[in-house]
């Protein structure tokens, strides 16, 4: 948040996402939120939930170029927020998960509008639903995702786009973003209050708490 506010107001044309190691994102950390919805539940499960959706409006107000280099598995948050982006670049060893279910908990990152929107409701229950993954080829087919590269030159051919995107005209950038995202920002923020009105209920609620348990229980087992 902090940073695409700072780059909000600098003099960048557009900003870039990646990660460092094999996994782009895997999502909210949830045994530090079990962690705190035990302590406090009512207290924490705003706290928390306000936090993610002043996170999500950030994308969906943010005026440049948001460009995404997705390096391995985007999960849960790091999958459901590539919608609000403008470009998706994968390595073909990518894939993308939303298994909201096997979390116990309901979809965020306005993903209850994207989904269906980019990919169609069928394909969008079987992620948000039925947790289906989808490779990196997948995902491309289905909008998800704008180009997959090879693994083995996916840094050279992403500075390839990097300096191509750079030699344009930033206000032209932005003009055409504007153009692009002005009919549906309305629709995003709704759908970011709703999500987030839903987390909060569940993670207030002692059901809640023990599913998200379940799941950190389960995964702390794989572990050992």
Request: aromatic share 8%; net charge neutral; glycine share 6%.
């Amino acid at each position: 948040m902090n940073a695409l506010e700072r780059a909000a107001v600098d003099d960048s044309k557009f900003v870039l996402f990646s990660a460092a190691g094999s996994v782009f994102c895997s999502g909210l950390d949830f045994g530090h939120i079990v962690k705190n919805l035990r302590n406090d539940r009512n207290r924490m499960s705003t706290e928390i939930v306000d936090t993610i959706k002043s996170f999500v409006n950030v994308f969906i107000h943010f005026k440049k170029i948001i460009v995404v280099s997705v390096n391995g598995p985007a999960i849960g948050l790091g999958a459901s927020i590539l919608p609000l982006c403008d470009l998706v670049w994968a390595n073909d060893k990518a894939w993308f998960q939303t298994p909201y279910m096997t979390f116990g908990q309901s979809p965020d990152g306005c993903a209850t509008l994207t989904f269906p929107r980019i990919m169609g409701e069928a394909l969008a229950n079987e992620m948000l639903i039925g947790g289906r993954k989808l490779t990196a080829r997948e995902a491309s087919a289905k909008g998800l995702v704008s180009q997959v590269f090879l693994t083995s030159t996916f840094t050279q051919d992403v500075m390839i786009q990097i300096k191509r995107l750079a030699s344009y005209n930033p206000v032209m950038l932005q003009k055409c973003k504007d153009l692009v995202c002005s009919n549906i920002m309305m629709e995003l923020e709704q759908a970011n209050e709703r999500e987030c009105e839903m987390l909060k209920k569940i993670w207030s609620s002692a059901e809640g708490i023990e599913s998200m348990l379940k799941y950190v229980q389960t995964k702390t087992d794989e572990f050992k």
